[in-house]
């Protein structure tokens, strides 16, 4: 089964946010609430995939937040829920001008 299909059958049972994700979607210029990053995992866009991640298979989203700001997702499915390591803003200096690419 695919990442993307494992992601979202994870997210149906539970989403787990974890510490680091907290404090990523705290930050003052980010204030990224639950509510977009689940959007970004149910309607978002596989960009990048980990299957040898030594902390476990993950992956990369990519979506859109409120007022239709981009949000990247990194997240792991696993049996009994979805682990959400952290999300942000992503830096469009950092990257491709579609934010599926680091420079």
């Known amino acids: 089964m695919a990442i993307g299909d ?3 059958i994870a997210a149906a049972k539970r989403k787990l946010f974890l510490p ?3 404090r990523q979607m705290s930050r003052p210029d980010r204030m990224l609430t639950p509510g977009e990053v689940e959007l ?16 476990g298979h993950r992956c990369l989203l990519l979506g ?3 007022g239709d700001r981009v949000v990247h ?7 009994d829920y979805l ?7 992503p830096d469009p ?11």
């Open 6 to 8: 494992n992601v979202k």
């Open 20 to 22: 680091h994700a907290i």
């Open 40 to 55: 970004v995992v149910l309607n978002g866009e596989l960009i990048e995939d980990y299957p040898n991640d030594p902390r």
């Open 64 to 66: 859109r937040g409120a």
């Open 73 to 79: 997702v990194v997240c792991s499915p696993k049996d």
């Open 83 to 89: 682990a959400l390591i952290t999300a942000y803003l």
């Open 93 to 103: 200096t950092q990257g491709s001008t579609d934010f599926k690419r680091r420079l």
